[in-house]
């Protein structure tokens, strides 16, 4: 490998493996970060997201595996050594200080001049949209403005990777969902690879490049947001991105690209099958379908063409706005989530309805369980 | 009907607190300013006046005394923090759950035994004939025994031990409160050990450090057994200066005087402490 395709990437990770004990928290994870890319890791609590990110930043070292930073290997780097920055779950803000010694205290601690340390203070703050808080005590900071003051305070020394530990979750809704917004915009600003840890499926859509789902200390599938949505690799990765009915069951046998499917509950269905794993006659699934695909239409109505049709009658209606939902029991049992829009006018769907549900083969995800 | 009882209850909890600052603090405080104004001008004859303060100020053995205390005081607190600060944060922020609550019940293990009890504990370490002597006598390392008691580093080593737990134990409950990523921001924003260590564990646990050197110092000034019975008579503590008024001299007035003189000393080096380090009395002592 040249050094020119090495430093293509700001981040490689080769192999990497943490074991605590006889617990292996982080399992083989390879993965390389092209340079200026929002890069998310996606993973339920517990997956070994943190592991991985601790060592990144040289808080642990790991038992195998190497992490190169620029094409360099920074093992033997010690953390305060490493170009890499880190915003905190709690941003860890230094309370003691007021927002200028914050963002002055790595600056300092980097030799940078004392006549130049207020410009570059003014500067980054001037980029988050802040002139005007340098003298403010951490304190007198609304949850919004923490944020924003806790990336300022690494992006101050430009650093070749920004990881974030899911800074959002503490955040109430409203304000997570404008920062998601802003820490894109920030990003693009700043042009620098950002790492974001999180368990949220919909930050990690919303703002990455790329993501990798992690679970159990191994990357499931490392792609675009669309990818993982509509292409999940793994069956791990088409329930955890994204809602969806789920069902287990057992294929009856393929015709073309179609395989034909019995679930537990009875239902047969018609799916394409995803994943690696062979599926033949006999084969357990798991089977996934997005309710955004399957159109409900009444009883009386004619219904699109489809290979699956399902009758029922609607248990409750969800109503969310652009985002509502009605849950069908079909005469099997269970209950099948299909998304609907609702106008408010008198034709709208109720509880009690009898209602046609149709979807495509080519929506039914089919994995080998 | 409910309001009188709220009333009541109010009073009632708070009668023992009022009573307790009015007769054991405000008036016997009051008591001993009154007698420290008295002149005795002639048998059983008192006048006011402030010649008590004049004897204390003329006689430089009076105030040298009393500087020496404070001074002294001074290093028992700073040794007290040394000593104290490294064992403090090892308990909150390095030993596990388990062992943090076994450390701070040996910290507290000393104070079952009485202040008396553990000076000659100490005496029995330093004397000519006790262990320490004896031990270097049996190496082979002197040939007559060594006196370790009755001088000043002997009156150190005891206070500091006397005083130390009241340092740790404020300084575990700051430390305890500022997060491991606190630190672990310290290392990553580029700082080395020395520099986390004095500009983010010793500012954020400031309050506490005030707090531990207030109780620590306002203790050391103000004990009497300790020096006597490490120090012996050149002890020179100004405690002893004022047991002597009292009871040796039978001079009430002047004893008095230089009671409130060790109160107003010992208050003016805290409140110059809380100055020099930006503090209030608010968040070190009264928060802890």
């Keep these: ?369 | 009907m409910s309001r009188d009882a709220r009333r009541l209850s109010l009073i009632l909890l708070f009668a023992p607190f009022a009573l307790w600052i009015l007769l054991l603090i405000a008036l016997p405080h009051l008591g001993i300013l009154a007698l420290s104004m008295r002149e005795k001008v002639a048998p059983r004859v008192y006048e006011f006046g402030f010649g008590n303060y004049a004897e204390f100020i003329t006689e430089p053995i009076y105030w040298n005394t009393l500087l020496r205390t404070g001074s002294m005081s001074l290093l028992v607190t700073f040794l007290a923090l040394i000593i104290g600060f490294p064992i403090a944060y090892y308990i909150a922020k390095i030993a596990g759950k388990r062992a943090r609550g076994a450390l701070f019940l040996m910290c507290l293990i000393p104070l079952w035994v009485s202040d008396l009890i553990r000076a000659f504990g100490w005496i029995l370490l330093l004397r000519e004939s006790g262990v320490i002597s004896r031990s270097l006598q049996w190496m082979g390392l002197t040939q007559s025994g060594i006196e370790f008691l009755y001088n000043d580093a002997a009156v150190i080593v005891g206070l500091v031990y006397t005083v130390i737990l009241f340092m740790i134990v404020p300084l575990v409950s700051t430390l305890d409160g500022m997060g491991d990523d606190m630190i672990e921001a310290g290392y990553n924003l580029g700082g080395n050990s020395l520099t986390v260590l004095r500009r983010i564990i010793v500012p954020y646990a400031m309050p506490g450090i005030v707090a531990g050197c207030i109780v620590v110092f306002m203790m050391t000034a103000g004990s009497y057994l300790t020096p006597i019975l490490l120090g012996g008579k050149n002890s020179s503590w100004f405690t002893e200066q004022i047991y002597n008024q009292f009871i040796s001299r039978f001079n009430w007035e002047g004893g008095a005087a230089f009671g409130v003189l060790l109160l107003l000393f010992t208050s003016g080096v805290v409140w110059i402490g809380l100055r020099l380090s930006g503090q209030s009395l608010a968040n070190t002592v009264a928060r802890s």
């Design chain 1, 1 to 369: 490998m040249t050094d020119q395709t090495t430093a293509a990437f700001d981040l490689d990770c080769e192999g990497v493996t943490k074991n605590f004990g006889t617990f292996r928290a982080v399992d083989g994870v390879s993965f390389s970060i092209p340079t200026g890319t929002f890069f998310s890791i996606l993973g339920p609590s517990g997956c070994g997201k943190t592991t991985l990110m601790r060592m990144i930043a040289g808080f642990e070292e790991p038992s195998a595996g190497d992490i190169r930073i620029k094409g360099k290997s920074v093992l033997s780097v010690p953390p305060n050594k490493r170009n890499v920055k880190m915003v905190f779950q709690h941003l860890a803000l230094f309370p003691m200080m007021d927002v200028h010694d914050n963002i002055a205290y790595g600056l300092r601690c980097a030799g940078v001049p004392k006549a130049e340390i207020g410009a570059r203070v003014a500067d980054v703050l001037e980029r988050v949209a802040l002139p005007d808080l340098a003298r403010r005590q951490i304190h007198q900071l609304s949850g919004g403005q923490k944020q924003r003051i806790a990336i300022a305070r690494c992006m101050a020394l430009n650093p070749d990777v920004l990881l974030l530990d899911e800074p959002l979750g503490a955040l109430d809704l409203k304000l997570r969902e404008a920062m998601k917004i802003e820490l894109k915009l920030l990003q693009h600003q700043f042009d620098t690879t950002f790492v974001y840890i999180t368990h949220d499926q919909s930050e990690a859509l919303v703002m990455s490049d790329y993501v990798a789902v992690m679970n159990a200390g191994r990357f499931e599938q490392i792609g675009r947001p669309e990818e993982l949505y509509h292409a999940p690799a793994t069956a791990f990765v088409a329930g955890f991105v994204g809602d969806s009915n789920r069902w287990s069951g057992t294929a009856r046998g393929t015709e073309g690209e179609t395989v034909h499917i019995e679930t537990e509950t009875g239902l047969a269905l018609g799916g394409s099958p995803r994943g690696t794993a062979p599926i033949a006659a006999g084969t357990a699934v798991e089977v996934f379908v997005r309710p955004e695909f399957i159109t409900v239409t009444r009883a009386t109505e004619p219904a699109p063409e489809a290979a699956n049709h399902h009758d029922g009658t609607i248990d409750s209606v969800l109503f969310n706005g652009a985002n509502s939902r009605v849950l069908v029991r079909p005469p099997a049992g269970g209950l099948i989530e299909a998304d609907v829009t609702l106008t408010g006018g008198t034709s709208d769907l109720r509880a009690g309805d009898a209602v046609r549900l149709s979807w495509d083969a080519a929506q039914t995800m089919v994995f080998a369980a």
